[in-house]
């Protein structure tokens, strides 16, 4: 089952816009950067096979002005006796290699 984001929001969060109440949090906590995420799809596809499928989209935001510095999207169809959660973490895996933070060492 898919949920639309806006149908699913409380009245507190509506009210403190997109990303308000997280860029509040973010900001209680002095953090400088908030990573903010959404699962398009997360299922098992309903053809023979039954192969798990992942679609997601990160958002790297500046803490203090709330401007997204980047965003980028990755999806993914595990196969043979692939899991829902291996096909995720590839996914998300996949986005953390294109963030672009500088020098920072990758595994």
Do not use: C
């Not at 096979?49 to 993914?76: E, F, H, I, M």
């Not at 829902?84 to 294109?98: F, I, K, N, Y």
Request: proline letters at 4%.
């Amino acid at each position: 089952m898919q949920k639309e984001a806006s149908l699913v929001k409380g009245r507190e969060e509506k009210a403190a816009g997109g990303d308000g109440l997280y860029l509040e949090a973010a900001r209680s906590v002095n953090a400088t950067h908030l990573l903010l995420g959404t699962v398009h799809e997360y299922r098992y596809k309903t053809d023979l096979d039954g192969y798990p499928a992942v679609g997601l989209t990160l958002r790297l935001v500046d803490a203090t002005t709330g401007v997204t510095l980047w965003q980028g999207s990755s999806a993914r169809v595990g196969v043979f006796f692939a899991s829902l959660t291996t096909t995720s973490q590839r996914a998300v895996r996949d986005l953390d290699r294109r963030i672009p933070l500088g020098s920072r060492p990758r595994p």
